[in-house]
């Protein structure tokens, strides 16, 4: 950590100007995988229910998402799949994520970056398969068509960290709409989302960088979609880069599947007046 009791959260993950913050690694990693446990038994627990509060059930609107069920008999990947799932093994990597374009590009036109990121990795996913994969509310294996970012947040009156949920749409416009209005509620008064089963988990940690950083749920079998965290950024010279880290089942992706999904984020963050054309 650099200068720990003055960590600045002003650099657009998130609205909040100058507010100090002494916060450690070692206590963030570790709320971290508190939510995200939190948030797995809530996506994992059978039917479209959740929590707005630790005792405050809720139901999704619309009815369940599009799910694709995979016919094991046919599917190339079985034997692949079902190898892995015995192990019960999961990866993490992280590697340097350039964002100079889009970081010129956000603020060039007074955006923040935490929506814009959120956009650009849930629209990567969205385009792989791999990384969509989950257990359906009858335990059948498959794919959601489509999956929305669960994603964390500071509230500034307790430091404590919540999660709020936007549904994505392919429009950044639109995307980023919705999701400044639920970060400016929540910070406003509290106000929380509803989580949704097809959801991916994100998170930034933008009060300092990291080389590494993996999480350890109880149980990662039935769990098959995709974490994704990102630490604070650094300039070096035109450059911007910033830590970038992917938590997967082995069962659901190879590390080909990981390098294909980040050419596709790289390739949205390369050429933002395309990917992102407000």
């Given at each position: 950590?650099?200068?720990p009791?003055?960590l600045?959260?002003d ?14 690694c ?6 971290v995988?508190?939510?995200f ?11 479209a ?7 405050t ?6 009815g369940a998402?599009?799910f ?7 599917w ?9 799932l ?6 993490s ?5 350039s964002?100079?374009?889009?970081l ?14 959120t ?14 994969m ?7 294996l498959g ?25 994505y749409t ?15 509620r929540f910070?406003?008064d ?6 949704r089963?097809?959801s ?11 080389t ?28 911007v880069?910033l ?16 390098h ?5 984020l790289?390739?949205l ?6 990917s992102?054309?407000?």
């Open positions: 950590l650099q200068h009791g003055q600045q959260c650099d657009g993950f998130f609205k909040q100007v100058r507010h100090s913050l002494p916060i450690s070692l206590s963030y990693i570790r709320f995988s508190r939510l446990s939190h948030t797995f038994a809530v996506l994992t627990r059978g039917g229910y959740g929590m707005l509060g630790p005792r059930p809720f139901r999704l609107r619309g998402p599009l694709t069920p995979i016919d094991l008999e046919t190339p990947r079985r034997a692949v799949f079902e190898n892995f015995e192990l019960d093994c999961s990866y990597l992280t590697v340097p994520l964002i100079a374009p889009l010129r590009y956000v603020r060039g036109r007074g955006l923040r970056l935490y929506p814009a990121l956009w650009a990795v849930t629209t990567a996913v969205n385009r792989h398969q791999e990384f969509r989950a257990y359906d509310r009858e335990g059948r794919y959601y068509d489509l999956v929305h970012p669960e994603y964390t947040v500071l509230d500034p009156a307790t430091h404590n960290m919540d999660s709020l949920n936007t549904a392919p429009s950044f416009p639109d995307f980023y709409r919705a999701m400044a209005e639920d970060l400016d910070q406003r509290g106000t929380r989302t509803v989580s089963e097809n991916i988990l994100l998170s930034c940690v933008p009060w300092f960088s990291y590494d950083v993996s999480f350890h749920p109880k149980s990662s079998l039935m769990f098959l979609r995709p974490m994704f965290v990102w630490g604070r950024y650094q300039e070096q010279g035109e450059d880069t830590p970038f880290t992917l938590q997967v089942h082995h069962a659901a992706a190879d590390g080909y599947h990981c294909l999904l980040l050419e596709e790289r390739g963050l390369e050429r933002p007046e395309e992102f054309a407000l």
